[in-house]
């Protein structure tokens, strides 16, 4: 009796890490379709042949096409990709570490922080790095987000902190530094506050080879590290104490794992500007697809995430012929209802 049980749950395992694997595969195709399609849409459309002709063999079709393939689409479509990655990653680490389904990227205040450096830049020439142009602004605004990081790293030293603390704290940032940027905004110039109004609503305009590369470099330092505790932060998600009763360190993971969350939010929110709700539907969409096992949890969360993005990307272009949206405008419009519907469920089973 007791071996045909464990058989039937051998069974049940091995087909649900069958079904989870297609789920990852089946991301990666759709993650390569969107791409495709987000380099093809633009002020002049072009065909998938066409797009696959130019991508491969760039020689053998016009060069005006191989140009705006290669160094205008393809930046702002890979752009879209490791952003979305990125986000999709840190909100499942986030949402992991806080127990909070609520929790993305910008919970603790980080994209508050990069938007006020961004903003000390653009208006009054402040900075914490001595640059010039976008670069600056870019600099500046990772330096102020990396910096209220290591305020959060240090609050979590303190004896005492439990996770509600700790999102309550990062809600306080998120207001304080709102409001210094309001401060900021009231005193700019209309040109000054045309370009940190444009700043805060996101843009794959800026996006660059060297910053992919940044990117990369990034996400191949992150990305083993989260791989490497894939089986402490599946038990952290049944919740501390019973992570801490299989022997892992929760507090020092969960430091960790903060600390990988803010170096990808603070590089994505400094490269391409405030960019929200991406780091919250991707995780989520991930999680009703694969559960909570991080094995697949985190390759299908960076991969939605990809996918959200990289399809934003596209609608931003295709809405009004000609005209390019702030993408943090299509995010949001796609993460605002996906986001009342995520309350409105969690409120129904509380009151079950």
């Known amino acids: 009796m007791d071996q045909t049980i464990t058989m039937r749950a051998g ?3 091995r ?4 079904r989870n694997s297609l789920f990852v595969g089946g991301a990666i195709l759709l993650l390569v379709l969107a791409i495709g399609v987000d380099v093809g849409v633009g002020p002049g459309w072009y065909t998938p042949a066409e797009v696959l002709t130019a991508l491969l063999f760039p020689q053998d079709v016009a060069p005006k096409l191989a140009i705006i393939v290669w160094d205008v689409r393809l930046p702002v479509a890979v752009m879209a990709v490791l952003i979305g990655a990125m986000l999709g990653i840190a909100g ?6 806080l127990h909070n389904p609520l929790a993305d990227p910008f919970t603790l205040g980080i994209s508050s922080a990069a938007s006020f ?8 020439g402040i900075g914490l790095w001595p640059a010039g142009g976008n670069v600056f602004i870019a600099l500046n605004a990772f330096l102020f987000a990396l910096g209220t990081s290591l305020v959060l790293f240090m609050f ?5 902190v439990t996770v509600e603390t700790f999102v309550l704290v990062g809600i306080a940032l998120f207001f304080t530094f ?6 900021i905004q009231y005193q700019s110039s209309e040109a000054q506050l045309q370009q940190i109004i444009f700043w805060m609503m996101g843009s794959l305009a800026r996006a660059s080879w060297t910053k992919i590369a940044v990117c990369l470099v990034l996400l191949a330092l992150v990305v083993p590290l989260c791989w490497a505790r894939n089986a402490m932060m599946t038990a952290l998600a049944m919740g501390d104490d019973r992570a801490a009763s299989l022997g892992v360190p929760v507090a020092r993971l969960r430091l960790e794992m903060l600390a990988c969350i803010s170096l990808l939010a603070a590089t994505a929110t400094a490269f391409v500007g405030t960019i929200g709700f991406v780091g919250l539907v991707g995780p989520h969409i991930a999680r009703m697809l ?3 096992d991080q094995r697949h949890f985190i390759p299908v969360s960076a991969a939605a995430g990809a996918v959200i993005l990289s399809v934003s990307s596209t609608a931003s272009k295709a809405i009004t012929p000609g005209v390019i949206y702030p993408i943090g405008i299509i995010t949001a419009l796609v993460g605002v209802p996906f986001f009342l519907s995520l309350v409105i469920s969690i409120r129904r089973e509380t009151w079950r």
């Open 11 to 13: 069974e049940r395992y």
């Open 15 to 18: 087909r649900r890490m069958m």
């Open 92 to 97: 499942a680490q986030m949402q992991t570490i």
């Open 117 to 124: 450096g961004a903003a000390l830049a653009i208006a009054l």
């Open 156 to 160: 979590t030293r303190m004896r005492g």
């Open 178 to 183: 709102n409001a210094l940027l309001a401060f």
């Open 290 to 292: 694969v559960g909570e």
